[in-house]
């Protein structure tokens, strides 16, 4: 079974800093892993998604890498923002655990003003 | 429409009561799971649904719930007899599902549950 952990649970940052989110797995061989941003009281929105073969992705003032042979993925913000306040959950689906994602419990981040 | 839709957004019922939760995924979209996320606890999957093969229901916690996918597109979830324990926000997601490496996971707002 696959199990994602993330850490830290929850962050605060004053506005400008940058910041990294940590998630690890268990089972390396994922198809891909995704980081997902949720509001409250929101669903999720995907921000990235890096396939198996990829190292890392950007996107604007996110970029997140990818380590599966120590199972690890990080999601670096760049100049934080209030508005970037939000939980940030990971998420992997594995070859060798069926059709579900699996998803860490998330970080949740507040950038103060 | 543009995204995934789900309704209701929120439903509160009484304990014994049945419940049917609505979810219309994107269009075109061949996949798509269901989720449940309670207070503080990570996302727990409970049925896939692709194409026109067989759901994948390994994660429904009991005989009282079940899903269906009517025409490959709109998904309902009912839940039977509900307890307090099935208070939570239920999420539905869609994919295109091309490739496995290159899934990616839309989902629609919830829908909260409370089971009074």
């Known amino acids: 079974k696959q199990e994602v952990t993330q850490i830290p649970a929850a962050l605060s940052v004053p506005e400008g800093e940058n910041l990294v989110l940590n998630c690890s797995f268990t089972?390396?061989?994922?198809?891909?892993l995704q980081w997902f941003r949720q509001d409250p009281g929101k669903g999720l929105t995907s921000l990235l998604l890096?396939?198996?073969?990829?190292r890392e992705q950007t996107s604007g003032r996110l970029n997140a890498s990818l380590d599966k042979s120590s199972g690890r993925s990080t999601l670096y913000i760049a100049a934080s923002q209030p508005g970037d306040s939000a939980t940030y959950l990971c998420?992997?689906?594995?070859?060798?655990?069926?059709?579900?994602?699996?998803f860490g419990t998330g970080t949740s981040l507040t950038v103060i003003p | 429409g543009a995204g995934v839709s789900q309704s209701p957004s929120n439903k509160v019922t009484e304990k014994g009561k049945d419940v049917e939760l609505r979810c219309d995924p994107i269009?075109?979209?061949?996949?798509l799971y269901w989720y449940r996320q309670s207070l503080g606890q990570g996302l727990e999957f409970l049925i896939y649904?692709?194409?026109?093969?067989?759901?994948?229901k390994s994660g429904l916690p009991s005989d009282r719930f079940s899903a269906e996918r009517t025409g490959g597109s709109v998904s309902t979830l009912t839940i039977q007899r509900t307890q307090q324990e099935d208070s939570a926000v239920y999420l539905c997601?869609?994919?295109?599902?091309?490739?496995?490496?290159?899934?990616?996971?839309?989902f629609g707002s919830g829908t909260q549950l409370s089971v009074l």
């Open positions: 997601a869609s994919s295109s599902f091309g490739q496995a490496t290159n899934e990616k996971l839309f």
């Open positions: 998420a992997v689906k594995s070859s060798s655990t069926g059709n579900q994602f699996y």
């Open positions: 649904f692709q194409g026109n093969s067989a759901p994948d």
């Open positions: 089972d390396s061989a994922i198809y891909n």
């Open positions: 269009s075109g979209h061949t996949a």
């Open positions: 890096i396939q198996s073969s990829q």
